[in-house]
Structure formats: C-alpha cells, structure tokens
Nanobody, 122 residues
Framework: QVQLVETGGGLVQPGGSLRRSCAAS????????MAWYRQAPGKERELVAS???????HYADPVKGRFTISRDNAKSTVDLQMHSLKPEDTAVYYC????????????????WGQGTQVTVSS
C-alpha cells in the first residue's frame, strides 16, 4: 500500500506565501517523477510543477518565478513553495508521484495525495 500525505495549505492574502509538503510512504522501490497539480472550481486539473528523478524541473507558465518545487529523495518528499500568491491561484492542490512498487512483481503506477484547498483572498 502506498500513501501520499499532504500538509500545508489554507487561506492567505494576495501577495502572501504558502508551503505545501507531500510525503510518500509504503512499499516503494523507486520514485520517478513527483509533481503538484491543482484544480480550480469549474476547471480541469492542471500541472503546476514537476521534478524528475534526475532533478529536471518544470513549471507551468502562470507560476514561473513565483513557485518553487523541491524534492528530498532520501525522505521521499516533495515540497511546493508558493510566493506572490494571486487570487487566480485559488484551487485544490494535489501531490502526484510516478513510482515503482516493490515486488514481486514490481510494477509502475501513479498515486495522488488527498488534495488540500489553497485560497488566496483578502
């Protein structure tokens, strides 16, 4: 059984900062990519930022220069530091991991965290 447990999030004023953390646990052999997604009301879930096993980072255009994704392979965690938050950043944020489960048999799968609301409002 694999779990992705998220912490952080909440309510913040425009221009403020928040930090999201996600920890993976369970029968994991290897974690490939880790990422953060978000879903605003009435919109599809979208990729916010991702980090590959080799440390290659990717950011969605709306968050470039404001958000930073970081990963600790030893702890199987991924964080999302968010600065200069805007009302349009309001959404439920989800952690995602592409990983290989311990076997036998070993298999690759994707897992999601429980999602946490981030609200940017004055």
């Amino acid at each position: 059984q694999v779990q992705l447990v998220e912490t952080g999030g909440g309510l913040v004023q425009p221009g403020g900062s928040l930090r999201r953390s996600c920890a993976a646990s369970g029968s994991i052999f290897r974690i490939n990519s880790m990422a953060w997604y978000r879903q605003a009301p009435g919109k599809e879930r979208e990729l916010v930022a991702s980090t590959s096993a080799g440390g290659v980072l990717h950011y969605a255009d709306p968050v470039k220069g404001r958000f930073t994704i970081s990963r600790d392979n030893a702890k199987s965690t991924v964080d999302l530091q968010m600065h200069s938050l805007k009302p349009e950043d309001t959404a439920v944020y989800y952690c995602n991991a592409d990983l290989v489960l311990s076997g036998p048999p070993m298999r690759r799968d994707r897992y999601w965290g429980q999602g946490t609301q981030v609200t940017v409002s004055s």
